[in-house]
């Protein structure tokens, strides 16, 4: 969808060829691990020139040839591909380069890559991390599992397999993953800085302060919350927890609220709902967290004709 390539092939998965590519990648686009000082006590910030800001550095030289070299790829296939069928491709490159022709000053190819990277490092590892934390809490809570469940077989039964269209009608799927997120938030809230001069909670905040919000001691506030430590996708019923300003914060809030929440969401919700109508899941033995997935019965004819 964004850039039209697959990292491997599917016969390589679970090979070393496809962990070598996701480790490459992960290189390339995962976060630092590292701290500075510098970043707490400004006056040791030579210390970042030389330790955090050089790997970012390196980091950044790698992901920008990486980034140039699929524009310049989907480039050449277009105007090759246009000149012969008249058509070009359907990914998030191809649309940023067709309004460059038209745009040039706005969408350079410097814009293009800020985008591609902006996506690729914002979307899917939280996607990815959500999604096992949703797994993992309905393990551990079967009678959530069967309310989503009775709802799956009640609103597209045992016929044919869960898609797109159904999720309109699945709402506790949203409910469990928002609650998922909710007690454990996958993603840090970028720091704030103050425009102005103002006061939160008693305190006064001069302009120009940087501020980070805790997103996590919101979500487990006894004041917004009731019982705030259980596991209750009820509370999303309705949508009235969401709808409170900065209660439900793991999207973010304001006008940098992640722009992905929508189709994070759905992905989540369609592959989290084919699981549960398509297998019994059940907790290995022993202290592991594994699971093993076990098609169901009443879906095997639907799964024997993929
Ligand atoms: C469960 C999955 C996801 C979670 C929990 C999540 C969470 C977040 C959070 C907390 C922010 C910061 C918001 C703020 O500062 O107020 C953010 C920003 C962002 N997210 Fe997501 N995100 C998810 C999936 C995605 C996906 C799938 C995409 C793209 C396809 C995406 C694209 C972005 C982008 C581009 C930003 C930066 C927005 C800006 O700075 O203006 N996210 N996300």
């Known amino acids: 969808m964004d850039i039209g390539k697959r990292s491997f092939q599917e016969e390589e998965m679970a090979t070393n060829v496809a962990k070598n590519k996701l480790d490459e990648l992960n290189q390339m686009f995962g976060p630092v691990a590292s701290k500075s000082l510098g970043d707490y006590f400004p006056f040791l910030r030579w210390l970042t020139f030389y330790g955090a ?34 058509e070009i491709g359907h990914t998030l490159i191809d649309a940023m380069l067709k309004l460059q022709e038209s745009e040039p000053n706005f969408y350079t190819d410097n814009v293009i890559k800020g985008m591609i990277l902006a996506i690729l490092r914002a979307g899917p590892h939280a996607t990815v991390t959500t999604t096992e934390l949703v797994v993992l809490r309905l393990t551990l809570h079967p009678e959530v599992f069967k309310t989503a469940r009775d709802e799956i077989d009640s609103h597209v ?69 009731k019982d705030p430590d259980m596991f209750k996708p009820e509370r999303f ?29 759905r992905l989540i919700a369609l592959l989290l709902g084919t699981l549960i109508q398509c297998f019994e899941w059940e907790k290995a033995d022993g202290g592991s967290v594994k699971i093993i997935f076990r098609p169901r019965e009443a879906l095997t004819k639907v799964l024997a004709e993929l």
Not at 72 to 81: A, I, L, Q, V, Y
Not at 197 to 205: D, K, L, M, S, V
């Open 237 to 265: 019923q309705q949508n009235e927890e969401e709808k409170v300003a900065c209660k439900f914060l793991s999207f973010g809030s304001g006008r940098r609220q992640c722009p992905g929440a929508g189709l994070a969401m």
């Open 53 to 86: 800001e050089k790997k970012l550095r390196e980091k950044h030289i790698k992901r920008e040839a990486f980034l140039q070299s699929l524009i310049d790829e989907h480039r050449k296939t277009n105007s090759s591909t246009s000149v012969t069928s008249g």
């Open 157 to 225: 039964g045992h016929s044919r397999l869960i898609d797109d269209a159904d999720l309109a009608k699945l709402p506790y799927l949203y409910y469990i993953i928002n609650e998922t997120l909710r007690l454990r938030s996958v993603s840090v809230l970028p720091p704030r800085e103050s425009s102005t001069e103002c006061t939160i909670g008693g305190y006064h905040i001069p302009a120009g302060t940087q501020l980070l919000v805790n997103s996590g001691a919101v979500h487990m506030d006894p004041q917004l919350w």
